[in-house]
């Protein structure tokens, strides 16, 4: 059964490395994974020194494949299995008036996103051949927007198509067996305090737990009291203690949460294989 | 170069997470403190800062910060804003229930695409003409990607054109085909009704059956946003941290920014290196000390950030009046936060 799982987190945080870090670690252990970041702009291109990032999944290790979704090209996606006609498709898309209209109105974008991200379990649309697909999100506001899509269509429209496909894709989103959640913080108190609001939200809203990664943080054996007894300046002293009293206090919010490490190298293999190997650590 | 101090609206912008929110409020305050009556509008999704500045809802509150003027902010509240919008823009409040209850609208009004920007504007418009402030700044919202706050007014303006309205109004007035005659439109709608079924369309032609009467202020206050923003009176301001990406991004956005016509000349570089530390110094002790061991390579690695930095400062030499910020103590409050990043920025543009 596919898995989707939604990466989310304050912007800043390092999200996409993360949700790339969790696609590789499934990759290793066999599973197939597509990797979706969303939007016109591929940071995965720049980041891996790709020339470019498309639509149509492409490889980027072994098992593991990368594509980027824009809402405009899921819903050309979704027109044309229900359209059947190419051309009648084309003519739609290429409209003036419901090109402005479908830029517009991001409502139906977003809810074409969220569409094809389920369109597995929905049995609609072309095949994601994987065994897990891993969507690298938008930050906190926008996700959320995400999120109440499909639920909200379903409300204003409850008739038709449209009302039908959206009920189905919030009951897919919001089934743990099928689709998970990880949020993304690091180790500092204001960003601690905006991503547990976004946890409650998520917990209120639509009952769901996700899984807290805290990433860039400071060694475990780094203790306040080794710092205090080691031999370096005073500023170094307190710019350490300062990220571990962060690391501890996200340890005290979030117990569960998984810890990765400041990786400290700007090679985007190494970064990600290093995370790889802190999540695999028992 | 333009003088910061000169312009009466600023616009902050850059990707999220750089501390876009944290550097308007303090541009805010440090103005503030050279006497001027400053304004600060953020959508801060998060309202954190803004709690903690004193400032609630979507009323324009003082904060008692500034030693000389007055500074005051606002939280955008982008649904109440469009609303407010409508209600004035139409004739009569029969007319603006009508679109408020249209359920497509309550829907919309909040996703559309622009939405957002387009309410920031609005309220920043409403803040400039009222003549109460010598000075102006937008914290700009978060966008998926920070250029999307550019073009988003014109996205909003393209969709309430009268093309696309009357396109949509027909099949109200007179039965759904009735009007349309064109067997190309046609076909077009009937895609449009597989995709979404007929009561979407319904409640689509019933909205832009009354936006008629507000389109025209609308797409009004679309070029008067306009105008103001490419006026010497604005200035843009960009932020941006120092993770290679960001800087990628604020270098897109920088490109973008002046290609639009608008006046922009300061970059601010957040959290660019440690406070007061020495990034050249060697570290060096006792060999074994895990923690002299680990700031050795922190401190190589902060060092490589720094250099790959100076190619960005490289660029914007003689471009941009370009301003390294330092990373400061993050567990400060953020009221102190504030007041020591003004005092820091202070050193760059007083």
């Known amino acids: 059964m596919q898995k989707i799982k939604f990466v989310t987190g304050k912007g800043g945080v390092g999200k996409s490395?993360?949700?790339?870090?969790?696609?590789?670690?499934?990759?290793?252990?066999?599973?197939?994974?597509?990797?979706?970041?969303?939007?016109?702009?591929?940071?995965?291109?720049?980041?891996?020194?790709?020339?470019?990032?498309?639509?149509?999944?492409?490889?980027l290790a072994q098992n593991l494949d990368v594509s980027i979704w824009d809402g405009g090209r899921c819903l050309r996606e979704y027109a044309q299995h229900l359209v059947k006609i190419q051309s009648l498709t084309d003519m739609f898309f290429d409209n003036p008036v419901m090109r402005t209209f479908v830029n517009a109105a991001p409502a139906l974008a977003e809810l074409a996103i969220v569409?094809?991200?389920?369109?597995?379990?929905?049995?609609?649309?072309?095949e994601?051949?994987?065994?897990?697909?891993?969507?690298?999100?938008?930050?906190?506001?926008?996700?959320?927007?995400?999120?109440?899509?499909?639920?909200?269509?379903?409300?204003?429209?409850?008739?038709?198509?449209?009302?039908?496909?959206?009920?189905?894709?919030?009951?897919?989103?919001?089934?743990?067996?099928?689709?998970?959640?990880?949020?993304?913080?690091?180790?500092e108190e204001l960003v601690i305090t905006e991503t547990q609001e976004l946890i409650d939200v998520l917990d209120h809203e639509f009952k769901i737990?996700?899984?807290?990664?805290?990433?860039?943080?400071?060694?475990?054996?780094?203790?306040?009291?080794a710092v205090e007894h080691s031999a370096v300046s005073a500023e170094w002293k307190h710019y350490l203690s300062l990220k571990i009293s962060g690391r501890n206090s996200a340890i005290r919010r979030w117990p569960k949460a998984q810890l990765l490490p400041l990786v400290m190298s700007t090679e985007p293999w190494q970064i990600v294989n290093q995370l790889v190997q802190t999540m695999e650590a028992p | 170069?333009?003088?910061?101090?000169?312009?009466?609206?600023?616009?902050?912008?850059?990707?999220?997470?750089?501390?876009?929110?944290?550097?308007?409020?303090?541009?805010?305050?440090?103005?503030?403190?050279?006497?001027?009556?400053?304004?600060?509008?953020?959508?801060?999704?998060?309202?954190?800062?803004?709690?903690?500045?004193?400032?609630?809802?979507?009323?324009?509150?003082?904060?008692?910060?500034?030693?000389?003027?007055?500074?005051?902010?606002?939280?955008?509240?982008?649904?109440?804003?469009?609303?407010?919008?409508?209600?004035?823009?139409?004739?009569?409040?029969?007319a603006a229930a009508k679109i408020l209850d249209n359920k497509l609208y309550q829907q919309l009004s909040t996703t559309l695409n622009g939405s957002q920007e387009f309410t920031a504007l609005e309220k920043l418009y409403e803040a400039y003409v009222s003549q109460k402030f010598d000075m102006i700044i937008l914290d700009t919202p978060p966008a998926k990607h920070a250029v999307d706050f550019l073009n988003s007014p014109q996205k909003i303006s393209a969709l309430f054109s009268d093309n696309v309205a009357k396109w949509f109004r027909e099949p109200a007035k007179g039965g759904f085909w009735v009007s349309v005659v064109h067997q190309g439109t046609k076909r077009v709608f009937k895609v449009l009704e597989t995709l979404t079924g007929s009561e979407f369309i319904g409640q689509l032609s019933d909205f832009f059956a009354h936006v008629e009467s507000w389109q025209d202020k609308l797409q009004t206050r679309i070029n008067e946003v306009h105008r103001l923003l490419v006026s010497p009176a604005t200035q843009?301001?960009?932020?941006?941290?120092t993770d290679q990406a960001k800087l990628k991004e604020a270098e897109y956005l920088a490109r973008e920014i002046r290609k639009g016509g608008y006046h922009f000349d300061h970059v601010i570089v957040n959290r660019a290196f440690p406070y007061g530390i020495d990034l050249q110094k060697v570290l060096s002790g006792l060999g074994g000390d895990p923690v002299v061991n680990y700031l050795e390579r922190l401190r190589l690695h902060l060092l490589e950030k720094v250099n790959y930095l100076g190619k960005f400062v490289d660029k914007a030499k003689g471009n941009y009046h370009l301003v390294q910020i330092p990373e400061f103590d993050a567990n400060i409050s953020d009221l102190e936060g504030v007041r020591v990043l003004a005092e820091e920025l202070k050193k760059h543009f007083a």
Request: include cysteine.
């Open chain 1, 17 to 59: 490395i993360v949700a790339a870090s969790l696609a590789l670690k499934e990759a290793k252990r066999g599973q197939r994974v597509l990797l979706i970041e969303l939007g016109e702009h591929s940071f995965y291109a720049d980041f891996f020194g790709m020339p470019e990032i498309q639509f149509k999944p492409q490889r």
């Open chain 1, 115 to 126: 569409g094809k991200a389920t369109s597995g379990h929905r049995h609609v649309g072309p």
């Open chain 1, 128 to 187: 994601l051949p994987y065994d897990q697909i891993i969507i690298d999100t938008f930050a906190t506001g926008h996700f959320l927007a995400l999120l109440r899509a499909p639920l909200g269509m379903a409300e204003a429209v409850s008739f038709g198509p449209m009302g039908e496909q959206s009920m189905n894709i919030h009951r897919v989103l919001m089934n743990p067996e099928l689709t998970s959640f990880t949020v993304v913080a690091i180790a």
């Open chain 1, 209 to 225: 737990k996700p899984q807290v990664v805290v990433n860039k943080c400071v060694e475990n054996q780094l203790t306040e009291q």
């Open chain 2, 1 to 94: 170069m333009r003088q910061l101090a000169n312009a009466k609206v600023i616009i902050c912008c850059g990707s999220g997470g750089v501390g876009k929110t944290s550097i308007s409020a303090a541009l805010g305050l440090m103005f503030a403190n050279e006497g001027k009556q400053v304004l600060v509008l953020t959508i801060d999704p998060a309202k954190r800062l803004a709690t903690t500045l004193g400032i609630v809802d979507n009323d324009i509150v003082e904060i008692p910060m500034a030693k000389n003027g007055r500074l005051f902010g606002a939280i955008i509240d982008s649904k109440k804003t469009f609303d407010l919008f409508i209600e004035k823009a139409t004739r009569s409040s029969a």
């Open chain 2, 236 to 241: 843009f301001v960009l932020v941006t941290g």
